[in-house]
Structures are given as structure tokens and as C-alpha cells.
């Protein structure tokens, strides 16, 4: 879950998930990797962000993979390109997907700040291939 609880009422513990600030709530979104990846990394769990490739192990999209769109840091939820409900009056509205329900099969871009997050968790120097590092644009006063 992320957060330390000192508590088995889950009512305290929905609680504090609810509660929690963005530092707590950042690694509430991590996701797990695919085997291949959590082999080429070394890491078995990332924090999502919009443009990676997920794939749904449960629910009603069970087997479907597609792009986040966006991630809803307070509901813990993914908007995933290709899942979405059809309303009564025939539109379709995005269906948020929770993040332990997904995995992540490719990354959509790793710059320089993901890479940190990487080697940091690996624990070791990570050969990441330059086409994926992209360097974040530097703010000019």
C-alpha cells in the first residue's frame, strides 16, 4: 500500500490513504513492471505517469493494454487510451482504472529524472539507450 499503518481497522487505514499528502500519495501510484522490464531495470515497481504503456490484470478490461492519458494522484486512478463506458445517451465517457490493477509493459519516455529514480532503486548504474532520455527543457528567468 505504501503507508506505513500501525493499525488493522481498515476503516483507519482508508483513512489515511485519504489523508495523505503528495509526497505519500506519489508512491501510492506505483506500478508494478512487467517481467521483462523489472529483469532489464532491476526494479519491480515505478510510479506511472501519462504516456506509458499500461496492461489491465483485473476488473471488466481485463487483457487490455493502451497509453495513460492521465493519473488521479487523489483517487489513485489511470485514464487509459481505449477504456472507456458508453452512456445512455451513447457517448463514451473515459473509465478510471486503479493503478494495483495494471501493469507497465513500456515506458513512455525516461528522462533524466526517471532515470535517477531508476538507478536509485536498482541500486546499481543503468545502461538506458539515449533515443529514451530525453532532457527536460530548462527554464530561463
Not at 501519462?50 to 483485473?58: E, F, H, L, R
Amino acid at each position: 500500500m505504501g503507508l506505513k499503518n500501525k493499525t488493522k481497522r481498515p476503516s483507519k487505514q482508508r483513512k489515511r490513504i485519504f489523508q495523505a499528502n503528495n509526497f505519500k500519495r506519489h508512491k501510492l501510484i506505483s506500478v508494478r513492471l512487467s517481467k521483462d522490464l523489472q529483469k532489464k531495470y532491476n526494479v519491480s515497481r515505478m510510479p506511472v505517469r501519462s504516456g506509458d504503456t499500461v496492461y489491465v490484470i483485473a476488473g471488466d478490461f481485463i487483457g487490455t493494454e493502451g497509453k495513460v492519458l492521465s493519473v488521479d494522484y487523489k483517487k489513485q486512478r489511470l485514464s487509459i487510451d481505449g477504456i472507456a463506458r458508453e452512456k445512455a445517451d451513447k457517448s463514451k465517457i473515459m473509465y478510471p482504472i486503479h493503478t494495483s490493477k495494471a501493469i507497465i509493459r513500456r515506458f513512455g519516455k525516461v528522462d533524466q529524472s526517471r532515470k535517477v529514480i531508476l538507478e536509485r532503486r536498482a541500486k546499481t548504474e543503468l545502461e538506458i539507450e539515449e533515443e529514451d532520455i530525453t532532457e527536460l527543457p530548462i527554464e530561463e528567468e
